[in-house]
């Protein structure tokens, strides 16, 4: 039945429950200008709004009590890939459904490409952003490994402040990124290679398009013979394994010692234990991940 054949439909009822999230006011800047001054005037009471996949299900919860939203959704200046030399450069709006469609992401960037694939669903994909994902900073975040294992930088900016910062120091805790009050992710800057690339991605997840429990990439330079290898799930943040890359960088692959490097590297990572698996576990699949997306990307 049509909602206006339904009684009452257009009446308030007295006994009606509240809406979900607590009461917020709304901003929907159109400039970059207008939100970063929206956030300084407000302070920690705002949040920005990007895609909303995460925010808006925290607010349900109310697990977040933004009193201010800022949406970011009219900002046109933080949509957008380009190529600047050696750096592919996305806006942190650019929803993950035109990067996963980016001919020029999947032949420059073809990780983020493969690690978009497991991200979500076609919905999700469809609202969420890069830099929506990136600040959320869950520690099983496909694109947050994508990052970190790429050594890509991300675009910082406030009222009367820009900083570029290192993916690998962006992520701080779970849930918990370098982010100030007042600022926002702008940019994500990538570095490329003007060769083709050998390429790997790993997760293990209960359902397709959950977050990872468990995830692993691997990345083969063919034109400077570099490795880049990294892990997500197992600790609160994604890591890139530094001494595991190097040492492997310029060796033929050797199951042995691969897999004494794979053991190293996981023992200095913190494992976490929730309800989807205890630290032992994570150790345990992301052993058996590293070494297959080494073996791929080397043999």
Do not use: W
Request: aromatic share 4%.
């Amino acid at each position: 039945m049509p909602l206006h054949g339904l009684p009452r439909h257009d009446r308030c009822n007295p006994g009606a429950e509240p809406l979900k999230p607590t009461s917020f006011k709304y901003h929907r800047p159109a400039t970059l200008k207008e939100a970063l001054a929206l956030l300084d005037a407000h302070g920690d009471d705002a949040r920005p709004l990007a895609g909303g996949q995460s925010l808006v299900a925290m607010m349900n919860l109310r697990l977040a009590r933004p009193s201010v939203l800022v949406d970011l959704n009219a900002v046109d200046e933080l949509f957008g890939i380009r190529l600047d030399g050696e750096v592919l450069h996305i806006g942190a709006m650019t929803r993950q459904a035109s990067i996963l469609a980016s001919t020029l992401v999947d032949q420059r960037a073809p990780l983020v490409s493969l690690a978009l694939k497991h991200v979500g669903h076609f919905q999700t994909r469809s609202r969420g952003t890069i830099g929506g994902s990136l600040a959320h900073a869950d520690p099983s975040a496909e694109l947050a490994l994508a990052m970190v294992t790429l050594g890509a930088k991300l675009r910082l900016q406030s009222v009367d402040n820009e900083r570029v910062v290192d993916a690998r120091e962006f992520f701080v805790d779970a849930m918990t990124t370098v982010v100030g009050s007042g600022e926002i992710v702008s940019e994500v800057m990538i570095p490329v290679e003007s060769g083709a690339a050998i390429v790997a991605f790993r997760e293990y997840s209960r359902r397709e398009g959950d977050f990872a429990i468990v995830s692993a990439a691997a990345h083969k330079s063919q034109s400077e013979d570099t490795l880049l290898v990294g892990v997500g799930g197992v600790g609160a943040v994604p890591r890139f394994c530094r001494q595991l890359s190097i040492a492997l960088s310029k060796a033929q692959f050797d199951a042995d010692v691969a897999a004494e490097l794979v053991r190293s590297e996981l023992e200095q990572i913190e494992a976490i234990s929730d309800l989807n698996a205890d630290g032992a576990y994570r150790r345990h699949v992301a052993s058996q991940f590293l070494l297959e997306v080494i073996r791929e990307v080397l043999e």
